[in-house]
């Protein structure tokens, strides 16, 4: 059997299983409403949740620092990657979020594997959230300590897993500060009490918070008044450019630096995209009336799904799973919102547990009340269609 005849009866069981994926090609910059494959759509399932993406200041830099740096980096930033754009947002990236230091990598995915494979060391124990990102997941995997993973968001059992671990040397609590897929919060002030209870050090991967919670965007630490002693970040979500940091005591960006093998062997992010990142942090500390809206089109369609007989998860996040539960279904319903009008893609198993596919929803600050309606309107229709409410 060749590889094509087996990897193609593989497909097959996945498609079977309603489990298979297609890419959707987009033709217009970022924003809500765009072409995909060639239709017309509104699109609720972009994580640009501050409408950064597309802003013009944004465009402007990135335009000026194009023609003065160039395209690409070169080089790793141990190499020739490293420009006066990296270390500039480097340090404003520590003030944002209230750390020492700062470390870019050349995205959040890579920022997390590069910590969780380099921080601990054989003979500790990471202690994981039951629903973290895949991101934090293999860079557990990566790790050469041990993972024990807690039930999502239970202090108890956290309490209980630490109480177990008490033989390794150390013990480090891993979580995402906002759930990608059920837009839960992580409690953080929780974590952290337990964190001085039993001497663990808390590492929080804040990528869909920063810019949409705290005081100034700032994030989880910031809504809860903590600092944890790693936290993780992203500038592909409401900052609305590329890549991913680190930031916490200037030791460890030290630390980072010399053992982190997503950082030492990746070529770093282009010089444009830090400058564009640099005037977007501006506007994101400055950006409350932005996130005021963004929050009041949260609990606009929150509410009403839930009026209507939905199931909807998630907490006071753009993040809004509405399950549907069968996978095939939820593909249907994807289909169907389609032909409405509406993207919002379907997300089935290995990404969410058996009998809890969905459409993820995520509405940004630059959604219009047209949108929404619009948004709303097809749902209850598809909803009473598929027999769903």
């Given at each position: 059997m060749s590889i094509d005849e087996w990897l193609s009866q593989r497909i097959e069981k996945t498609k079977q299983a309603g489990l298979y994926r297609e890419l959707r090609t987009m033709s217009t910059a970022p924003q809500?409403?765009?072409?995909?494959?060639?239709?017309?759509?509104?699109?609720?399932?972009?994580?640009?949740?501050?409408?950064?993406a597309n802003d013009p200041m944004l465009i402007e830099k990135?335009?000026?620092?194009?023609?003065?740096?160039?395209?690409?980096?070169s080089g790793s930033r141990l190499t020739t990657g490293n420009t006066e754009w990296h270390e500039k947002l480097e340090q404003r990236l520590a003030r944002f979020k209230g750390m020492e230091a700062a470390l870019l990598f050349s995205s959040g995915y890579l920022a997390n594997v590069g910590v969780l494979s380099s921080l601990p060391e054989r003979g500790d124990v990471l202690l994981s959230d039951q629903l973290n990102h895949a991101s934090i997941i293999d860079g557990c995997r990566l790790s050469k300590a041990e993972t024990v993973i807690y039930k999502h968001s239970d202090m108890s059992n956290l309490e209980?897993?630490?109480?177990?671990?008490?033989s390794y040397t150390r013990r480090f609590i891993v979580t995402d500060g906002v759930f990608s897929m059920d837009g839960t919060i992580a409690p953080l002030d929780e974590i952290m009490k337990l964190s001085k209870r039993y001497d663990a050090y808390v590492i929080v991967d804040d990528a869909h918070a920063t810019g949409v919670l705290g005081e100034g965007g700032r994030g989880t630490s910031d809504r809860f008044g903590v600092s944890p002693d790693v936290v993780i970040g992203t500038l592909s979500k409401a900052v609305g450019v590329e890549g991913g940091f680190v930031t916490g005591s200037r030791i460890l960006i030290d630390f980072l630096i010399n053992h982190s093998r997503t950082f030492i062997f990746q070529t770093s992010l282009p010089p444009v995209s830090c400058a564009a990142a640099y005037v977007?942090?501006?506007?994101?500390?400055?950006?409350?009336?932005?996130?005021?809206?963004?929050?009041?089109?949260?609990?606009l369609i929150k509410s009403s799904l839930e009026a209507m007989g939905f199931t909807v998860y998630g907490q006071d996040t753009p993040i809004i799973p509405v399950i549907i539960g069968d996978a095939a279904k939820s593909v249907r319903f994807s289909k169907r919102l389609q032909d409405y009008g509406i993207y919002a893609p379907a997300i089935r198993p290995p990404t969410v547990p058996?009998?809890?596919?969905?459409?993820?929803?995520?509405?940004?600050?630059?959604?219009?009340?047209?949108?929404?309606?619009?948004?709303?309107?097809s749902f209850k229709e598809i909803g009473r269609e598929l027999k769903i409410i």
């Open positions: 809500p409403n765009m072409i995909v494959n060639g239709t017309q759509q509104i699109v609720f399932s972009s994580n640009n949740y501050l409408g950064l990135a335009l000026n620092t194009l023609k003065e740096f160039g395209i690409g980096s209980e897993k630490l109480n177990e671990t008490q977007a942090l501006d506007i994101v500390e400055n950006g409350q009336e932005l996130r005021e809206r963004l929050h009041r089109q949260i609990k058996e009998g809890e596919s969905r459409i993820r929803l995520t509405v940004t600050a630059v959604h219009n009340d047209s949108q929404i309606e619009d948004l709303l309107t």
